[in-house]
């Protein structure tokens, strides 16, 4: 019996629709040092694209903890103290460990 290939229908099987991509493509996608590699360098980019938009906009990372030191200097001023007497040793201690706090956060950035 002669078969019609034009009146045959034809099913597209997967694998004559894909085909394999370049080996070193492939190698280098499950390799986990280069994932390591990639993923600094998209922060880093991000870093450097967030540092250039703060420049652009006069802004940086302490901008905003200055503005709420300001406001909350501001409103302490306008408050009498009544009884309340903050030991200086203690003041001290606490912006040591707040300078401290920042420095490991910004460190953290880098």
């Known amino acids: 019996m002669k078969q019609d290939f034009d009146k045959t229908i034809r099913i597209p099987v997967i694998t004559d629709l894909v085909r394999g991509g370049d080996p070193k493509i492939i190698a280098q996608s499950h390799n986990p040092h280069a994932k390591q590699q990639r993923r600094a360098a998209f922060e880093?980019?991000?870093?450097?694209?967030?540092?250039?938009l703060q420049?652009?906009?006069?802004?940086?990372?302490?901008?905003?903890?200055a503005r709420a030191h300001a406001i909350r200097s501001e409103s302490n001023?306008?408050?009498p103290l009544a009884n309340?007497?903050?030991?200086?040793?203690?003041?001290?201690?606490?912006?040591?460990a707040r300078d401290e706090?920042?420095?490991?956060?910004?460190?953290?950035?880098?």
């Open 44 to 52: 880093q980019r991000l870093r450097d694209r967030i540092s250039e």
């Open 55 to 65: 420049a652009a906009t006069g802004q940086d990372e302490y901008a905003g903890l």
């Open 77 to 79: 001023k306008n408050i």
């Open 84 to 96: 309340t007497q903050i030991d200086p040793a203690f003041e001290r201690h606490i912006d040591k």
């Open 101 to 110: 706090l920042i420095r490991e956060l910004s460190n953290l950035l880098k």
